[in-house]
């Protein structure tokens, strides 16, 4: 069914979620957490979706091979 917007608006990706859930961040997601994806030195590319208005602290700190 459709999700509904209203009760995912306010909805953090974190490093515990991206931990259990991987690099790919949820369409539902507004904002991404503090040193969310830190060190993550295998991380060459990430999609931020157009829901997320905002990026937490060092949220890309030492990710080195990330280009795009």
């Given at each position: ?13 974190t ?8 690099d790919?961040i ?17 991380l ?25």
């Amino acid at each position: 069914g459709a999700v509904d917007s209203e009760l995912y608006k306010d909805v953090q990706y974190t490093r515990g979620d991206r931990n259990r859930h991987g690099d790919k961040i949820p369409e539902v997601v507004s904002a991404v957490g503090d040193r969310c994806f830190a060190t993550c030195t295998s991380l060459t590319s990430i999609s931020i979706p157009p829901t997320v208005s905002s990026i937490g602290n060092q949220c890309f700190f030492g990710c080195a091979s990330l280009t795009s």
